[in-house]
């Protein structure tokens, strides 16, 4: 008889129905008169999927395996009262194939994903760890989270962009810049893309991108990648402190509506059961009264030497700070001489930035941002600082020339934010890549 093809998590609809489905074999339990099979569709929930009778009696049922793929057809049946099965249903299976069979023995699917890999084991087998469920409700919980970003920025009537990642100019310094030949003149994968928003503020008002940032990072933490995924706004007509009410509204809605929304939520519960959600408003630490907190907790360089002002505060420390605090900060009010051309001094306060990082407990810093120079002979002596040559940023300073306002904006590491959501403990189980790492994760 005819069988709809359906996706799992469509089941709950068609108890007493007869479908086909198919997937992955996500566990297998293998008793004398029943196969018991937890499938897995990649469309969300899995369902179990029992075998008996002559279905158990086929030779491709005497090597069946986890990670083989499959086609079935069977009766969706509720599970008794007392049983549990995912979505609380059952197929009782009536007639099913391999599709792709996974190898049993030593190259078995079991045998090479284990909990105890080390980061180097893991790189190579990401492919595979991928479709465990932890890295699936991350990869899951992602998705939710950038959705959820766009809506807000719909919401906000902020306009989406998409950067070129093929670049000509540095905007974080060039320590850490990748470089390629293009076409004969050098160019670079893209820092950030704060440069090109600020060029369409004219045009399009309050603008945002996701787009991958790249760093050749010197040193390797559990929170540097070389290739990250940016979510970058730049807003005009603003003063410093709307740019850091926007950010804790961004932050606090977005984790707001992901509670509310039962998918991502049980993500939450189930990898991070002690996320606390952030209040409105975060603590707001001048980046002098910080060195002051550091001081005065014990909190020093990693020479063991206290903090002076003008001093970056390195990851050991801010984490430490932040994980003593124990909530969202705001560290405002950087020093000049450790943040880029660009950032637009304070009033009356010149060796001090309107620039604010947010730092999240276990994490540490996961936002960038600034009000940006607005005026062209600071902005012309900012490249000076900082040694730039103001020519391959002609298009930038331009801005300067052809209308000029107060703006600023930010940039949020995106796998930064869903470690500290989900509970991780680095950077990489929150993307694609495991990048291979030769040396060890501080
Ligand atoms: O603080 P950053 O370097 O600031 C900028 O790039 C600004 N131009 C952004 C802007 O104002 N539009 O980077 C911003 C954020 C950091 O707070 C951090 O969350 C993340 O990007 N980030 C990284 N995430 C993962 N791996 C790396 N190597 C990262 N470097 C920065
Ligand atoms: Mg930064």
Not at 4 to 16: A, I, T, W
Not at 128 to 143: C, Y
Not at 330 to 349: Q, T, V, W
């Amino acid at each position: 008889p005819e069988a709809k093809s359906l996706k799992l998590y469509q089941l709950p609809e068609q108890v007493g129905e007869r479908v086909r489905l198919q997937g992955w074999v996500h566990r297998l339990r293998q008793q004398k008169t029943n196969f018991f099979v937890i499938l897995r569709d990649g469309s969300g929930p899995l369902a179990q999927l029992v075998l008996s009778g002559d279905c158990i009696r086929t030779l491709d049922a005497l090597d069946l395996t986890v990670e083989s793929t499959i086609e079935v057809t069977g009766l969706v049946t509720k599970v008794k009262e007392g049983q549990s099965a995912p979505q609380g249903l059952e197929i009782v299976v009536d007639w099913w194939k391999i599709i792709g069979r996974a190898p049993a023995g030593e190259d078995a699917f079991e045998g090479r994903i284990h909990p105890d890999m080390d980061f180097s084991m893991r790189a190579d087998l990401r492919h595979l760890e991928l479709r465990g469920e932890t890295a699936t409700a991350v990869m899951r919980f992602r998705a939710l989270l950038l959705r959820q970003f766009r809506e807000w920025f719909y919401q906000n009537r902020t306009t989406e962009v998409t950067p070129p990642c093929m670049v000509q100019t540095s905007v974080e310094g060039g320590s850490t810049l990748f470089s390629f030949d293009y076409y004969g003149s050098p160019a670079y994968l893209t820092q950030s893309s704060q440069l090109y928003l600020e060029t369409v503020l004219p045009s399009l008002g309050d603008v945002y991108c996701i787009q991958e940032s790249f760093r050749a990072e010197k040193s390797l933490t559990r929170r540097h990648l070389s290739e990250y995924t940016h979510l970058e706004a730049e807003l005009v007509f603003i003063k410093f402190k709307d740019l850091l009410d926007h950010l804790e509204n961004l932050i606090c809605d977005v984790v707001e509506t992901l509670m509310a929304d039962p998918i991502a939520s049980e993500i939450v519960k189930q990898l991070n059961p002690e996320f606390v959600a952030p209040t409105r408003p975060f603590m707001r630490l001048d980046y002098r009264d910080a060195i002051k907190y550091l001081n005065e907790h014990g909190i020093t360089k990693e020479d063991g030497t206290d903090h002076v002002v003008g001093d970056d505060i390195a990851e050991a420390a801010e984490r430490k700070m932040t994980d003593q605090i124990n909530r969202p900060i705001m560290l405002i009010n950087f020093p000049k001489s450790l943040k880029s051309f660009y950032m637009k001094a304070i009033p009356g306060d010149e060796e001090f930035t309107e620039s604010v990082d947010v730092l999240v407990p276990g994490v540490g810093e996961v936002v960038g941002g600034s009000m940006r120079i607005s005026d062209f002979d600071e902005l012309m002596a900012g490249y000076k600082r900082e040694g730039i040559p103001h020519e391959p940023y002609y298009w930038f300073t331009d801005q300067r020339k052809y209308g000029t306002t107060e703006h600023g904006g930010y940039g949020l590491g995106v796998e930064r934010l869903l470690a500290w959501f989900l509970g991780r403990y680095t950077v990489r189980e929150c993307s694609l890549v495991y990048a291979k790492t030769r040396r060890v994760l501080r």
